[in-house]
Nanobody
Framework: VQLQASGGGLVQAGGSLRLSCVAS????????MAWFRQAPGKAREFVSE????????SYADSVKGRFTISRVNANYATYLRMNSLRPEDTAIYYC????????????WGQGTLVTVSS
């Protein structure tokens, strides 16, 4: 499975961005798609997840109420809509996917940089 993330950029605090991630290849074997982020000097952290069956979603507490993950036209792709952005949201954002039996996300995209200026 290959993942292509896009949509990052520079935005002022309070602004919005929408990230996209498209999966290709053996997508039928995947179970969910998630977004993670890694800020400079920090560990990678979970942001949001969407499970294909039923479009169930979950969010990190730090983004709950500001970010929304959604599926793109029933395809193996998601949007991550990010509103009310804060400087602490600055990071490289990665999308990832996994199979039903996989405990961890094991297919990763290349990352897209989001920079929020104060």
């Amino acid at each position: 499975v290959q993942l292509q993330a896009s949509g990052g950029g520079l935005v002022q605090a309070g602004g919005s961005l929408r990230l996209s991630c498209v999966a290709s290849g053996r997508t039928f074997s995947t179970y969910a798609m998630a977004w993670f982020r890694q800020a400079p000097g920090k560990a990678r952290e979970f942001v949001s997840e969407l499970i294909w069956n039923g479009d169930r979603t979950s969010y990190a507490d730090s983004v709950k109420g500001r970010f929304t993950i959604s599926r793109v036209n029933a395809n193996y792709a998601t949007y991550l809509r990010m509103n009310s952005l804060r400087p602490e949201d600055t990071a490289i954002y990665y999308c990832a996917t996994k199979g039903r039996l996989d405990r961890l996300y094991n297919y990763w995209g290349q990352g897209t940089l989001v920079t929020v200026s104060s």
